[in-house]
């Protein structure tokens, strides 16, 4: 198995093309013609990851976040980013990542968290792709809307404004960083708009209108398994394995 064809399924699914101009998705490191046997999957590209892939004889890391962001002048090994890309050279590893490409796909990252919170009606928030607008099956009171955020998505803590206290039913939704869709969401009459990484100062909003912070990873970690049920359907001689190292970076105490 080439890694061109591995690529082939997840750019049919998510094509290159819809990344954002800021973002570096696709294959970072190895050769589209290099041969792979199997791939480990996760969020992120961390050395454990790394580490997990050599070990269990995988060839291909595919994650969401790129291990590559910006310009790489040197590879001395003093960062921990140098330190990766000379570790996945010498080990053979092919490195891919689906980006905003799978954010704003059909199907993509936020469709992935809609449907894991139950709404109904899905549709872009964004003309660009970027978010979900959607419906709950029937209104819930905002505490209970949160509580079941909070069991579907694993969640310790929920970082809210000031809560509306009235009946939730219009939901916009961003998985990741999305405090850009605030004001598209308030305009579009949402009654909650839920992502991740809202900075302090967007929480004052106008009208009390409710913001939900669940965190980057948990809004994000769905589309580990999109990717994994794809290359299991599309190439089911390709073993693919989600990773048992990757872990959410942020803790509470």
Not at 11 to 19: I, S, T, V, Y
Not at 67 to 73: A, Q, R, V, Y
Not at 124 to 136: K, N
Not at 174 to 201: F, Q, T, W
């Amino acid at each position: 198995m080439k890694v061109s064809e591995v690529i082939s399924v997840i750019e049919d699914f998510a094509p290159l093309e819809l990344q954002e101009p800021w973002d570096n998705s696709g294959l970072c490191i190895g050769s589209a013609d290099q041969e792979v046997n199997s791939a480990v999957l996760a969020l992120d590209c961390t050395m454990e990851v790394m580490e997990e892939a050599v070990g269990r004889g995988a060839d291909m890391i595919i994650t969401h976040h790129p291990l590559i962001f910006s310009g790489i002048k040197k590879l001395n090994g003093s960062s921990c980013v140098e330190k990766m890309i000379v570790y996945a050279i010498k080990n053979g590893l092919a490195v891919y990542a689906a980006h905003t490409n799978a954010d704003k796909t059909t199907g993509g990252v936020s469709v992935v968290m809609g449907e894991k919170a139950g709404l109904v009606d899905i549709v872009p928030l964004d003309p660009g792709g970027l978010g979900i607008l959607g419906h709950l099956p029937a209104p819930m009171d905002c505490y209970c809307f949160l509580d079941m955020l909070k069991e579907r998505f694993g969640l310790e803590k929920i970082r809210i404004s000031t809560p509306s206290c009235g009946k939730i039913s219009k939901v916009a939704m961003c998985g990741g960083s999305g405090k850009s869709l605030i004001p598209l969401a308030m305009e579009r009459n949402a009654d909650i708009y839920v992502s991740g990484d809202i900075p302090y100062h967007e929480f004052f909003c106008p009208g009390n209108f409710m913001i939900a912070d669940i965190g980057h990873y948990e809004s994000e970690l769905g589309i580990v398994e999109v990717l994994m049920s794809l290359l299991r359907k599309k190439i089911p001689n390709f073993a693919t394995y989600i990773s048992e190292k990757s872990y959410n970076p942020v803790s509470y105490y």
